[in-house]
DNA sequence: TTGCGTGCAAAGGTTTTGCATGGCA
DNA sequence: TGCCATGCAAAACCTTTGCACGCAA
């Protein structure tokens, strides 16, 4: 086991992380401090994320392979055991917090032959508000082809 | 609407797509291609693919942001209807077919207002063999189809 | 002939890596 | 004082784009 340290760099970034509910990009991270005059290399935003992400402080989803990938502050251990639904759309994360995930396990245990890893699962969707309202993003599984 | 060529390239490209049931990449395709001493460049590859994807012959997944998109030929929208459970120790894919799916996604967006994306989300976890075996061989071009 | 498709190379973006330096414990 | 973390820049990587040429209809 490799000793960690505390440093500057790691406490602002963890900060900017739990200040934001919404997912964010190592850009925006980057852009952020950089804002704030915090001098931050791009490397280190990696590596603190990659960290974080393994000790279970932040989750990291692909909404849009195009823009990389976005990190999120998550409550901890306990969202090791349920899935977690994201909406493409706004980004908002759901904390699938019910008995029919023992349901939806056994299931894909018995009948998949698959254990399951709750924790590391994102299930991709839209939310209700974003269903039904006018807030629309291509999706990009579907190969639309968005230029900017 | 544009008119549509039928080219050599566009017909290999579909060609190899449909001999394989498993994900490919485009690098698959190219270097697929390339051995048979078939000369495609890269930019048709994912130019063709692109189009095959909002013809809808082809849909397009993204496994692993690292490797790249992945893209597998369906008859009809087959892979838009089934989860994806992706052994995060051999990198096997199973593509969970069946009618516990609908189940799943009623009770999701019953008791949790939320809208399914079936075909780009991916359930982590591990396979029966990884799971009684500790063989741990990362292959992420280890992909079979689960059907029951 | 028309104009879509292709090949090549360069460019675009995100993420990783090598190496010397900085800083926590 | 050890070593981990950081910064910088270069590299690696996948993917897109510009442009001239090829080729299907």
Redesign the interface.
């Known amino acids: 086991m490799k000793a960690e340290y505390n440093t500057r760099q790691r406490a602002v970034i963890l900060d900017f992380l739990k200040e934001n509910s919404a997912h964010v990009s190592a850009r925006d991270i980057l852009e952020h401090l950089n804002a704030m005059g915090i001098k931050v290399g791009v490397a280190t935003i990696y590596r603190t994320l990659d960290k974080l992400c393994s000790i279970g402080l932040v989750k990291k989803f ?1 909404i849009d ?1 195009r823009s ?2 976005c990190y999120q502050y998550v409550r901890g251990a306990e969202c090791e055991e349920h899935f977690h ?1 994201k ?2 759309s706004c980004g908002k994360l ?1 904390h ?1 917090d ?1 008995d ?1 995930l023992a349901e ?1 396990e056994k ?2 245990l018995d ?7 709750s924790g ?9 508000e974003c ?1 039904l309202g006018e807030n629309f993003v291509p ?7 968005h230029k900017h």
Chains 1, 2 share one sequence.
């Open positions: 692909v392979e990389g990938a639904l909406c493409v759901i699938m019910c029919f939806m299931h894909i009948e998949h032959g698959f254990t399951v890893s590391k699962t994102v299930i991709y969707g839209r939310c209700a269903e999706d990009s599984s579907c190969c639309h082809t």
